[in-house]
T-cell receptor
Framework: NAGVTQTPKFQVLKTGQSMTLQCAQD?????MSWYRQDPGMGLRLIHY???????DQGEVPNGYNVSRSTTEDFPLRLLSAAPSQTSVYFC?????????????FGPGTRLTVL | LAKTTQPISMDSYEGQEVNITCSHN???????ITWYQQFPSQGPRFIIQ???TKVTNEVASLFIPADRKSSTLSLPRVSLSDTAVYYC???????????FGKGTMLLVSP
């Protein structure tokens, strides 16, 4: 199993550009989520999905869109990039059971918006 | 949401036992306590999870007193490779209840 994969690893954008961060998992996990991590900070939840076709907002959803058309993929779209979105983005997945299960994180995408 | 408080940083030496305590005074009945480890430029990695008393795995132990208002992550005989940030999370099954704070930066020196 490859686990959780993210592409690209690094990306530089200009203000106003749009792009999609890709996330895929091969563990058949129902739950997937996106976090951002700013320097010296913990992770903040952007959006999450409890299954294909179902998404919901986390703590910091503004400026980001998500969709979940398949169990495996959970892309994150930046509609119009802003310098405040410069951050490291992590995708995670986990199973659906009766306790908060182990989340498996991808390697991250380091995004810089100029 | 149950808020957690943990030390910003800790220092230790190789071979010592390290105990990191997390306070969660308003923990709810359904909440579990979960610890993650994060190395620079990597995503967090699950270490251990518990509900009450003591949990032990091959990496760490988690001590939870009866009132569950705090928990202690114990790392036996740390090595340089244990230098990382450790996060304490409190929550139930819903994603909206899980919050990563700033964590504890553990520095292990020779």
């Amino acid at each position: 199993n490859a686990g959780v994969t993210q592409t690209p690893k690094f990306q530089v954008l200009k203000t106003g550009q749009s792009m999609t961060l890709q996330c895929a998992q091969d563990m058949n996990h129902e739950y997937m989520s996106w976090y951002r991590q700013d320097p010296g900070m913990g992770l903040r939840l952007i959006h999450y999905s409890v299954g294909a076709g179902i998404t919901d907002q986390g703590e910091v959803p503004n400026g980001y869109n998500v969709s979940r058309s398949t169990t495996e993929d959970f892309p994150l779209r930046l509609l119009s990039a802003a310098p405040s979105q410069t951050s490291v983005y992590f995708c995670a997945s986990t199973t659906n059971s009766g306790s908060p299960n182990e989340q498996f994180f991808g390697p991250g995408t380091r995004l810089t918006v100029l | 949401l149950a808020k957690t408080t943990q030390p910003i940083s800790m220092d230790s030496y190789e071979g010592q036992e390290v105990n990191i305590t997390c306070s969660h005074n308003n923990i709810a009945t359904n909440d579990y306590i979960t610890w993650y480890q994060q190395f620079p430029s990597q995503g967090p990695r699950f270490i251990i999870q518990g509900y009450k008393t003591k949990v032990t795995n091959e990496v760490a132990s988690l001590f939870i007193p009866a009132d569950r208002k705090s928990s202690t992550l114990s790392l036996p005989r740390v090595s340089l490779s244990d230098t990382a940030v450790y996060y304490c999370l409190v929550g139930d099954t819903g994603y909206s209840t899980l919050t990563f704070g700033k964590g504890t930066m553990l520095l292990v020196s020779p």
